[in-house]
């Protein structure tokens, strides 16, 4: 079956240092990409997200990831997380392009940034 | 505030009862897509509509039924409650049919107790 992995539960960091969040799937064919981002009693937002072309990917509020084919990931990154970027990001995949395609979440990394 | 609406908020409820969540896409969206949040499931996609038909099912079991009305306005009903139905159902509406490339806007959810 389909599945997204994110290795970390729940990350630590203190403000300005750099992030690098997990993500692997598994699925041989094309795919699309996601990075939601939920904010403490906010609802889900996309961050970014990658269809074709360029792997490397920039979002919103200075995050990027990388889509990385042979290791079937996904990573988000930022150089210098702030306090506001304490959050929980969910990693998604879309197998194919059907209009049927059905969207798969990661089981979540919650971000904990110290100030 | 991404344009979808939902309610209520907060639903408590005893087992065995039967409730309906409403959703309310935004302006110009034509699918609605529902998805719960538990903590032992994750987030999962449950239906998808678009303009007022079935287009996809996920994992959304048989005492759960949904609809979308020509308004474009989505009902989701979860009947015979169990414990284990507790959860945030989020729903999210996207302007085509396609969850590869339309961006989907979530809303706030529905925080569901069943006692």
């Known amino acids: 079956a389909q599945s997204v992995s994110q290795h970390n539960h729940h990350v630590i960091l203190s403000e300005a240092a750099s992030l690098e969040l997990g993500c692997n799937y598994s699925?041989?064919?094309?795919?699309?990409l996601f990075w939601y981002v939920q904010y403490p009693g906010q609802h889900l937002q996309l961050l970014l997200k990658?269809?074709?072309?360029?792997?490397l990917v920039k979002g919103i509020k200075g995050f990027e990831a990388e889509f990385i084919k042979s290791k079937f990931s996904f990573n988000l990154r930022k150089p210098s997380v702030q306090w506001s970027d304490t959050a929980e990001y969910f990693c998604?995949?879309?197998?194919?392009?059907?209009?049927?395609?059905?969207?798969?979440f990661g089981s979540g990394t919650r971000l904990s940034i110290r100030p | 505030d991404s344009g979808v609406t939902q309610t209520p908020k907060h639903l408590i409820t005893a087992t065995g009862q039967r409730v309906t969540l409403r959703c309310s896409p935004r302006?110009?969206?034509?699918?609605v897509y529902w998805y719960q949040q538990s903590l032992d499931q994750g987030l999962q996609f449950l239906i998808q509509?678009?303009?007022?038909?079935?287009?996809a099912k996920g994992n959304i079991l048989e005492r759960f039924s949904a609809q979308q009305f020509p308004d474009l306005h989505s009902e989701l009903n979860l009947s015979s409650l169990e414990l284990g139905d507790s959860a945030l159902y989020f729903c999210?509406?996207?302007?085509?049919?396609?969850?590869?490339?339309?961006?989907?806007?979530f809303g706030p959810g529905t925080r569901l107790t069943v006692l």
């Open positions: 990658y269809f074709s072309g360029d792997p």
């Open positions: 509509y678009y303009n007022g038909e079935e287009r």
């Open positions: 999210a509406s996207s302007v085509g049919l396609a969850p590869a490339t339309d961006t989907q806007y």
């Open positions: 699925y041989g064919g094309t795919v699309n």
């Open positions: 998604a995949v879309i197998p194919g392009y059907s209009s049927a395609s059905k969207i798969i």
């Open positions: 302006s110009g969206d034509l699918s």
